[in-house]
């Protein structure tokens, strides 16, 4: 009888020692999104773009489209090579439009006024994604500061790797071997 109570703790033990193991080893996963590096790195790429006159009240005005999910009802896209934190990069600015009664004329008209969101693609050095050819993701609100998504993780950095919702996921089914939406599959 000793033996099977010793048997029975035994196993017992070694499933909290599991579970325990699991749930350290899920912790400490790598974020692919929203750790400082990422976060600093976005702020950096704000600057950038503002300096570019990209994003902001100064931002060059392009034509706008008609657009549409999850970006917004009427999108201005640049497509540039700026310097972010001392490197040239290729850079993609999506200025998503939102809002009643609007158009692509009034958007033209005034580009600021109904803003949502800004959403940038950053080409970054090599290797660092080359699994998504090495485009850091990110999403501003319209003030310029990083959105975050419904768990509160700062949408900066490889935004959707491994999974089936994000930028990664989206651009991945329909963006084209290059990611960009702007050229078809």
């Not at 790195?41 to 006159?53: F, G, H, I, P, R």
């Not at 640049?78 to 934190?85: A, G, M, N, S």
């Not at 958007?107 to 006024?113: A, C, E, K, L, R």
Request: hydrophobic share 40%; glycine share 10%; charged share 20%.
């Amino acid at each position: 009888m000793n033996n099977i109570i010793n048997w029975n703790h035994s196993l017992l033990a070694a499933s909290i020692l599991m579970l325990g193991q699991s749930s350290v080893a899920q912790e400490t996963a790598p974020a692919f999104f929203g750790g400082p590096d990422d976060v600093s790195y976005a702020e950096k790429l704000w600057d950038s773009l503002e300096e570019n006159q990209l994003v902001g009240r100064d931002a060059i005005n392009v034509f706008p489209f008609a657009g549409n999910q999850p970006h917004g009802a009427i999108q201005q896209v640049l497509d540039k090579e700026i310097v972010v934190d001392g490197k040239a990069s290729r850079v993609i600015v999506k200025r998503n439009h939102g809002g009643a009664n609007i158009s692509v004329k009034s958007i033209y008209s005034d580009p600021v006024s109904n803003l949502k969101a800004v959403t940038v693609m950053v080409k970054r050095e090599a290797g660092y994604d080359s699994d998504n050819l090495d485009w850091f993701w990110a999403k501003y609100t319209a003030a310029g500061n990083l959105d975050n998504n419904p768990k509160g993780t700062l949408l900066a950095g490889r935004i959707g790797k491994n999974a089936s919702a994000g930028c990664i996921a989206c651009h991945r089914a329909i963006g084209g071997e290059d990611l960009e939406t702007l050229t078809e599959k």
